[in-house]
């Protein structure tokens, strides 16, 4: 299996500029997770879902953050408009949920917004 | 709600043990984890211990688990450069996800 799949890997934007990260999980997981990771915060867990359905977004900073997923197979994060203090390592990782609960992380989109 | 702590930076010589400590709110927890992640990727699984052990020994990794006052640690035996990595403790929780504390930095000293 590829694992779990991000893109881009960087991106660097401009404030006011929309951003959109991707995430392609693990076929067969049903869980999915989005998490932002800073120097100050460490890795804060942005929101979940289950069988494509959101679960708990209550780690969404504020509402230029949204997350959809159509399909098992397609994550989606926004941010819109960015701002520099979004500037992160967002990871998406999924699991099969019963399954003891190992999160398979992606490799991280590192965004810097100027 | 949930919540995950442990300290920011452990800095060990080569050749010593390395023990990262975490405690945890959440007492329903069922699965408790290590994860590593190296500079420049993603977090991997390392350990993990299910709620109902106090010890588990892999190789060179020892993970003990204290219920009672919600401490989970991670001891490194000859801790080696190739250890140099940030380290996550998590919990599963009765919300049905994970919750990370914020890494230790453990750096190896010559």
């Known amino acids: 299996d590829a694992g779990v799949i991000q893109s881009p890997r960087h991106e660097v934007t401009e404030m006011g500029q929309e951003v959109t990260l991707r995430c392609k999980p693990i076929?067969?997981?049903?869980?999915l997770f989005w998490y932002r990771q800073t120097m100050m915060r460490g890795l804060e867990l942005l929101i979940y879902?289950?069988?494509?359905?959101?679960?708990?977004d209550s780690g969404m900073p504020e509402d230029r953050f949204s997350a959809k997923m159509p399909n098992a197979s397609f994550s989606t994060l926004k941010i819109q408009p960015s701002e520099p203090r979004d500037s992160a390592v967002y990871f998406c990782a999924s699991t099969l949920e019963g399954s003891g609960g190992e999160l398979f992380f992606g490799e991280g989109s590192r965004l810097t917004v100027l | 709600g949930e919540d995950v702590e442990q300290s920011l930076f452990l800095s060990v010589r080569e050749g010593d043990s390395s023990v990262i400590n975490c405690t945890y709110t959440d007492s329903s927890s069922t699965y408790l984890y290590w994860y590593k992640q190296e500079p420049g990727a993603g977090l991997q699984l390392l350990t993990y211990?299910?709620?109902?052990?106090d010890m588990k020994q892999d190789q060179r990794l020892t993970v003990l688990l204290n219920k009672k006052d919600k401490h989970l640690s991670l001891r490194i035996a000859d801790t080696q450069t190739g250890d140099s990595a940030i380290y996550f403790c998590?919990?599963?929780?009765?919300?049905?996800?994970?919750?990370f504390g914020s890494g230790t930095r453990l750096s190896i000293r010559p």
């Open positions: 076929s067969g997981h049903n869980s």
């Open positions: 879902f289950n069988n494509n359905v959101p679960i708990d």
């Open positions: 211990i299910f709620s109902n052990m």
């Open positions: 998590a919990v599963y929780s009765s919300a049905s996800k994970i919750i």
